[in-house]
Nanobody, 111 residues
Framework: VQVVESGGGLVQPGGTLTLACACS????????IRWFRQPPGKDREFVADIRGKAGLPWYADFVKGRFTIFRDIARSTVYLQMQNLTSEDTAVYYCDGNGNWGPGTQVTVSS
């Protein structure tokens, strides 16, 4: 089983960034894939997930309208498109693929 995040980096306030979570080693189509984040000095928190064969999304309240989770089944990859970023979105973003965690990718929002 392998879960690997990518796409993090430095972005200006108001900018857009898309993260990717590449999964392998488990049945991707029916799995629940979750994004979490851990801001500096804070606990890890849920961001969004996509679940089941229908690929239904679910979002934390603080990202509704700004973040979009979607998947590419052929690539076994889930994406998190983040728009209108603020400094409060600075965090390490982690992917939980059916109970398997990736190493995380750093997102820094700063001018």
């Amino acid at each position: 089983v392998q879960v690997v995040e990518s796409g993090g980096g430095l972005v200006q306030p108001g900018g857009t960034l898309t993260l990717a979570c590449a999964c392998s080693g488990f049945p991707f189509g029916g799995a629940i894939i979750r994004w979490f984040r851990q801001p500096p000095g804070k606990d890890r928190e849920f961001v969004a997930d996509i679940r089941g064969k229908a690929g239904l999304p679910w979002y934390a309240d603080f990202v509704k309208g700004r973040f979009t989770i979607f998947r590419d089944i052929a690539r076994s990859t889930v994406y998190l498109q983040m728009q209108n970023l603020t400094s409060e979105d600075t965090a390490v973003y982690y992917c939980d693929g059916n109970g398997n965690w990736g190493p995380g990718t750093q997102v820094t929002v700063s001018s």
